[in-house]
């Protein structure tokens, strides 16, 4: 919980003095409070004040790293919906990888899911994560399972292994790799001398609130802090439930020992289910979700919703501003010109496509803003569109000297004209759904 | 520290609304179906009332947009341009607890039908089915209002729900609801103001608030799901917090925005990374529809068996933790 500037003044020695390089106490607090300054500027501050302000400057839910040098980040989120602000790190995906699937059947997964990504929006999508579990009888099986992951992937680990010898060994192999700890049973007292030892993530499992909060409170007065919780729920209703209550309670009532990412394994009869649980608990704001199987289909679908709900509200996604061929457009095509939102991008791209012709689709740079935003901003007139038109040598790479633009914007048309001498601007439909219809009944080159 | 569960109380209510009327009620449907009435947001049982579980309706179509239903073909074989036997076949095989009838082919560049003959497709479908119907449109102002005018005639006392009115063309079809007996859909593009605005002109003209439910408009997985996604969850949040002009059931149309786009129908040879088709296709509905329940959805109109068997097993999962509490 943030501190005010009259709450932190009560808590420096009211001198003056001025050796923090501020003339007063309470400058000074006031600059803390906007977090433009450091406590340990003031060289009298007293333990309470370092003991106060440190707890209070401790993010209500904590950034865990799971990883060595590409560790994936999960956490340190603040808002319950992601229109109040957005939400920060995205969901990681963990592969499932079971010991007793044998060794050439993990080398295959391993090197499937390594070399497996997928371009959106000009983001590469990947899964994030290994989970292996020891769930065969040789202490070896799950060194071997180990050694395979970081023999032929950099991504993350976590283990989940009830043989406590098998555990430390694993552990060790991976000791600069700062993997995750899952722990099945209650936390106990080996668990925390291993977490210290290693600096290792513990994932704590429970099946209640109140026991959760009693075992992460455990964990953080034994100076454990990188921790991530497992709360075990009957069915994804409740699950739901759970994670609405463990994040209101870090957010709003400052709970601490609830101040720590989400994660759950999730299980299901069909991918269907499993997809439909994954999505939800996605939304819902687990940080790590483990999938015990997958398909491509699956990991795209998901990976997809993940970039969905982790889009900041605020900063419209763009794409690249340039010429995409709509189908085999030649140099007769028609041309559209749209701007580089990309939802505004995708819909008319969509929509051209469904109209069955090919097409050169402009998609001038407008900062990523939709049409009529855009162009109230200035960002998408006669000017601006002609000027990129010119920049990326359109007339070079198309014969048709007609050009369609959005019908919100039909009042930028004779300006367009006149910056681009020897094109005719076409007015399009209003909404892209009637572009199939439109490009029936105009002639458009 | 001890633990204390974070419980917040709303002083809104969202509207209960009912679809479809039995015979007393001057209809002909087995039985009706109600929407809404929550106290709380989407699945937080631990803090309010849910007394009716969002429900699953499959579409028909006037006219099958054959090119993109590949996916489909398999479930439905040769009934797609037959909205009486296809309606059977979604209610009967694949538990669809509504079923729209999607009149697309009387747009006017569509295949122009007539009202009569949108008429004709409605009373097949009320012959075949006695689940309420959803009889939904398109944007032609001039043609949809002739057409609905029409069929809300034909469908008197049914209590259907017309699918949808927009803020520049809703008083023909709202007064025709209002003379035959049914409820509305009103559509605005993912807008919390703009939805506000038009249940507010539709009230204004006196229109029963129990009787709109509201369509922020769905975009899919991908395409726009970020923005319904957070609309629905504001829109939700207002109308809890006491915004009775906000406090209605929503509706969102997760098959017909996700059977509009290439990952529903592209193959897996053109796109190898984005994997099998056959489980894409259902696959992208699932995650557009348990994502958008999360955040208040009440009725759905899907099109992919799988997706519908998923999504009811869903709510129903859902719901049993609510008993438990």
């Keep these: ?445 | 520290m001890t633990f204390e569960i974070p419980r917040e109380t709303n002083t809104g209510k969202v509207v209960e609304v009912t679809i479809g009327a039995t015979a007393e009620q001057g209809g002909s449907r087995s039985h009706t179906v109600t929407i809404g009435g929550a106290t709380a947001l989407s699945f937080h049982f631990f803090e309010g009332e849910h007394p009716h579980r969002p429900v699953v309706a499959m579409e028909v179509f006037d006219k099958a947009p054959e090119k993109h239903l590949e996916a489909l073909k398999e479930y439905f074989g040769g009934v797609l341009d037959k909205p009486g036997e296809m309606a059977r076949k979604c209610v009967e095989e694949y538990g669809a607890e509504l079923i729209s009838v999607r009149l697309e082919g009387t747009h006017p560049e569509k295949g122009n039908k007539s009202a009569e003959e949108a008429a004709e497709t409605v009373k097949e479908v009320l012959e075949s089915v006695k689940v309420p119907l959803i009889i939904t449109g398109h944007s032609h102002f001039e043609k949809i209002n002739e057409v609905m005018k029409k069929v809300c005639e034909a469908a008197e006392g049914e209590n259907c729900l017309i699918n949808y009115v927009e803020t520049d063309n809703y008083k023909t079809i709202a007064a025709a609801c209002i003379a035959y007996g049914h409820t509305l859909v009103a559509q605005t593009p993912i807008d919390v103001n703009l939805a506000k605005q038009l249940n507010i002109l539709l009230t204004d003209m006196d229109f029963p608030a129990e009787r709109i439910v509201m369509d922020p408009l769905t975009g899919t997985l991908g395409y726009g799901l970020e923005y319904t996604y957070s609309i629905m969850e504001r829109i939700r949040n207002d109308g809890l917090a006491g915004d009775k002009m906000l406090a209605f059931p929503m509706l969102v149309t997760p098959g017909y925005e996700s059977f509009k786009i290439k990952e529903t129908w592209a193959s897996e040879k053109d796109y190898p990374q984005w994997g099998g088709l056959k489980e894409r296709a259902a696959y992208w509905e699932i995650a557009t529809a348990t994502s958008l329940l999360l955040t208040g959805a009440e009725l759905l109109i899907m099109y992919h068996p799988r997706a519908v068997e998923v999504v009811k097993k869903m709510i129903a999962e859902t719901f049993e933790s609510g008993k438990r509490g």
């Design chain 1, 1 to 445: 919980m943030a501190l005010s500037g009259l709450d932190i003044f009560k808590l420096l020695p009211k001198t003056n003095c001025g050796d923090c390089g501020v003339p007063t106490c309470m400058a000074f607090a006031m600059k803390l409070a906007q977090k433009k300054a450091e406590l340990s500027d003031c060289p009298h501050a007293s333990e309470e004040a370092k003991a106060a302000l440190g707890a209070a400057s401790e993010p209500p839910i904590r950034l865990v790293k799971i990883g060595g040098a590409n560790a994936l980040e999960v956490g340190n989120e603040t808002v319950l919906f992601r229109h109040e602000k957005t939400f920060y790190h995205q969901t990681g995906i963990a592969v499932e990888l079971r010991t007793s699937e044998g060794k050439e059947k993990l080398v295959s997964k391993i090197k499937e899911v390594e070399g497996y990504a997928v371009e959106r929006v000009g983001e590469e999508l990947t899964a994030d994560l290994f989970f292996i579990s020891h769930d065969s009888k040789e202490k070896a099986d799950f060194l071997t399972a180990i050694r395979l992951v970081k023999e032929n992937s950099a991504k993350g680990v976590i283990l989940d292994c009830g043989d406590e010898e098998a555990l430390k060994e694993g552990i060790e192999i991976l000791k600069d790799e700062r993997p995750a700890v899952f722990l099945r049973k209650e936390m106990g007292e080996d668990d925390i001398d291993l977490a210290k030892a290693y600096d290792i993530n513990l994932i704590l499992t429970d099946s209640s609130l109140e026991e959760m909060a009693a075992q992460a409170g455990k964990a953080r007065e034994a100076g454990l802090n990188n921790l991530i919780l497992n709360l075990e729920a009957s069915n994804v209703g409740q699950h739901l439930q759970n994670n609405v209550i463990l994040r209101r309670s870090a957010l709003k009532k400052n709970f601490k020992p609830f101040g720590y990412p989400l994660i759950s394994c999730i299980r299901a009869n069909s991918r269907f289910d499993l997809l439909a649980r994954a999505s939800m608990l996605i939304c819902k704001y687990d940080s790590v979700i483990v999938l015990p199987e997958y398909d491509r289909a699956l990991l795209y679908t998901l990976f997809t919703l993940r970039q969905n709900i982790y889009t900041d509200p605020q900063k419209p996604i763009q794409v690249d501003p340039k010429v995409y061929p709509i189908g085999e457009p030649g140099p007769e095509s028609p041309v559209f010109v749209t701007t580089n939102f990309s939802l505004t991008y995708f819909i008319v791209s969509g929509e051209i496509e469904n109209s069955g012709i090919s097409a050169h689709l402009v998609v001038a740079d407008a900062e990523g803003q939709s049409v009529l935003t855009a162009w109230a901003a200035g960002k998408f007139v006669g000017e601006t569109v002609a000027k990129f038109v010119k920049d990326i040598k359109l007339e070079d790479q198309v014969k048709t000297r007609k050009i369609v633009i959005p019908g919100f914007v039909a009042q930028i048309s004779g300006d367009l004209e006149e910056s681009l001498p020897g094109w005719e601007v076409i007015v399009g439909p209003q909404e892209a759904s009637d572009i199939p219809s439109f490009v029936k009944s105009v002639k458009l080159t």
